[in-house]
């Protein structure tokens, strides 16, 4: 089973990222569960702005890497009370296999699990959990229950004054291993019945002849 996360921190690395590190917290549980895991860092990847799989960038590579996973965590810091641009980048690029499935009727996320991490200041998790979720659902991903876990921190200090409070914080680390156990669990059953799992045609059943183009 394999697991990836694509992460949209603003910060290239190897620069500390508190939403890096609370996604390395879950792999650390997906691992015990025997998940392999991989990490995208979107701001050192070249992914232009557009709808398409192919715009001759690394977006093919990571659109790859999103078909080849069990399980995909969307991470990202929250900036404004939105995703940041990076994260809302990718899905916006995801919308070639959105058109695919509206064409055939056949996703090819059909049956993966999402989850999500956030992490930021003051509030706007739930708004930025909502957001993505929103996403994940309607591109076909499966959404387990308290499938987030996030931190946000006191209000005026800089992030990184946070870093050993979120460390220690006991609901952080219990959202951390209710996530990770939660993706397995609904992974792993996915994985098992995927021979009799069935999809229905998109809503209305009429397939679209074109991609579309907003």
């Known amino acids: 089973m394999k697991a990836l996360a694509l992460v949209g921190t603003l910060k290239h690395g190897p620069e500390a990222s508190n939403t890096d590190e609370l996604v390395s917290r879950v792999f650390e549980r997906l691992a015990a569960y025997g998940v392999e895991t991989k990490t995208v860092r979107l701001v050192d990847r070249d992914i232009k702005h557009g709808l398409m ?12 890497d999103i078909l080849d996973a069990d399980i995909v ?5 929250i900036w404004w009370g939105q995703p940041s641009s990076l994260i809302q980048k990718a899905i916006e690029r995801m919308d070639q296999l959105d058109n695919e499935y509206m064409m055939t009727g ?3 996320l059909f049956g993966k699990v999402g ?5 930021g200041h003051e509030d706007g998790v739930q708004h930025v959990i909502g957001t993505l979720a929103n996403a ?5 991903f499966t959404l387990p229950p308290e499938c987030a876990a996030y931190w946000v921190g006191e209000a005026g200090p800089p992030m990184d004054k946070d870093a050993e409070k979120r460390r220690k914080n006991t609901a952080t680390d219990m959202m951390v291993g209710t996530m990770a156990h939660n993706l397995h669990q609904l992974a792993k059953l996915l994985s098992e019945q995927k021979s009799s799992l069935r999809q229905l045609p998109p809503s209305g059943g009429a397939k679209m002849k074109t991609f579309r183009h907003p």
Do not use: C, E, H, Q
């Open 106 to 108: 056949t996703s090819r």
């Open 73 to 77: 965590v969307f991470a990202t810091p």
């Open 115 to 119: 989850g999500m991490v956030v992490t």
């Open 136 to 140: 994940l659902i309607w591109y076909g």
């Open 53 to 64: 799989t192919d715009m001759d960038d690394d977006w093919k590579d990571v659109n790859g």
